[in-house]
């Protein structure tokens, strides 16, 4: 029997181990994730290890809810000791999901800590944890791990100041604009005063959304991200889209979907303009549970794995857009069963690759998926590896567990013979850092 989380965690050959051994130290480039920019600026420090776990981790918050915790626990007034508890006692349960290999293994990473979290042992570590988070601080997390390159996500009213570099570490904002989608009156007002543009008309949004693209651009923004269920079924004509937005309030579905097209097309372009890479996140279901939707909101655990991606819309989109006007362009599908045809898509507009194992396919078997998946179907050595989507400052643990994943389904096809050992080398670098890097413009 192995040691509990020993350093050959989930590297199951020689060749994986050499491997991970090579790309273990990389500097992390996160190019999508959650996190506060302020926290950054200030440098915040942690009250202890439960705020840092359960303020706004929604992962946990459904495991939690998946295994009978009351909500008092898990959103509610409960002190920040009486969660963690009540989180470890849980954490035994989730053995071989995504939440007891990140959790262990920030346990190891950040407060050197390796034994099994549970019940019995959650008091003792929640009192040694908070002994190394009293001289730790954000930024003091981002230097650990060595995090080179942040983008957080920002919606085009947001005020970016607290962009900028920090110790090692780049801070630039992403523009996304899903509440374009479907415009409401104290929102376009929003837009117009910090863009200086009165926005009553299609030309007038344009005009601002315009502005904050520039606005964005210049803070150091390289990347975008777009969050929906489907692609539009149809794009509607700027005209056509003018007429629209004049009575949006009172439109038919349709022409709000023909809208919704005529949007993500008109900022594909601009992202070309501006060498902006475009994200995708689709095939999701949100807020699927409409008692804590309307007690809490958003992001509290209750989005969901929509049906089957259409196949036609992702292609009518791509297919919108030239060569010279497609961005570069990530696809994030939450459903797996749509890899292969997206992959297949993938092949056949320029600028197109696909993106991480999203979301709930964030694990250790979705991860290998989603790596000969993309390895069958596209190309595996343009793929551009991980990123963390969270909001807590000790996800970057995640890295590492996609690296040795990583390193374990190359070195598999080097000890089979199937794969150059040299080239495995280069391989894995330029997936887990080089690629991105080089798209980024780092």
């Known amino acids: 029997m192995k040691a509990f989380f020993d350093d050959d965690l989930l590297l199951g050959s020689g060749a994986a181990k050499e491997l991970y051994a090579s790309v273990r130290s990389l500097p992390i480039i996160d190019y999508h994730c959650h996190l506060d920019q302020t926290a950054i600026k ?49 954490l035994p349960r989730l053995a071989g999901g995504p939440l007891y290999y990140w959790s262990h293994l920030e346990l190891k990473q950040v407060f050197g800590i390796n034994e099994p979290l549970d019940g019995r042992s959650a008091a003792r570590i929640y009192d040694a944890a908070n002994e ?72 007038d949004l344009l005009a601002a959304l315009t502005n904050r693209l520039d606005y964005f651009a210049a803070h150091g923004c390289r990347i975008s991200d777009h969050g929906f269920r489907d692609f539009p079924k149809s794009y ?12 949006f309030g009172s439109a038919a579905e349709a022409e709000k979907d023909a809208y919704f097209g005529f949007i993500l097309e008109w900022l594909a372009r601009e992202y070309r303009r501006r060498g902006m890479v475009m994200q995708l996140h689709f095939s999701v279901v949100r807020n699927v549970n409409p008692g804590i939707y309307a007690s809490q909101g958003v992001d509290r655990g209750c989005d969901v794995i929509a049906g089957e991606t259409d196949p036609d819309g992702v292609i009518a989109f791509l297919s919108r857009l030239s060569d010279d006007e497609r961005p570069c362009i ?25 993106g991480a194992a999203w979301w709930f396919n964030d694990t250790a078997a979705g991860i290998r998926d989603n790596l000969s998946r993309v390895a069958e179907y596209a190309c595996l050595g343009t793929n551009t590896g991980m990123l963390t989507d969270s909001r807590s400052f000790s996800s970057y643990s995640r890295f590492d567990f996609f690296r040795r994943i990583l390193c374990d389904y190359i070195g598999g096809l080097v000890e089979k013979g199937e794969y150059d050992a040299d080239a495995a080398y280069g391989l894995a670098a330029d997936i887990c850092y080089n690629n991105i890097r080089r798209l980024l413009g780092i």
């Open 236 to 247: 509607a004509t700027e005209a056509e889209a003018a007429r629209i937005f004049a009575h």
């Open 132 to 203: 190394k988070l009293s001289s730790l601080t954000v930024r003091g997390l981002l230097k650990l791990f060595d995090v080179e390159f942040v983008a957080t996500t920002d919606d085009p009213t947001a005020d970016l100041s607290s962009h900028g570099r920090y110790g090692g570490t780049l801070v630039t904002p992403t523009f996304r604009p899903d509440k374009l989608y479907a415009p409401e009156r104290g929102y376009l007002d929003e837009l117009g005063r910090v863009s200086g543009v009165k926005i009553d008309t299609l030309a």
């Open 330 to 354: 990530l696809l994030y599908s939450l459903n797996p069963g749509a890899v292969p045809m997206l992959a297949s898509i993938s092949g056949a507009f320029r600028n197109v690759r696909m």
């Open 42 to 90: 200030r440098d915040d420090g942690f009250e202890n290890i439960g705020q840092l776990w359960l303020a706004g981790d929604h992962y946990k918050w459904r495991a939690m809810r998946m295994c009978g915790v009351d909500e008092e626990y898990i959103t509610g007034g409960a002190d920040w000791k009486e969660k963690f508890l009540r989180y470890a006692e849980i």
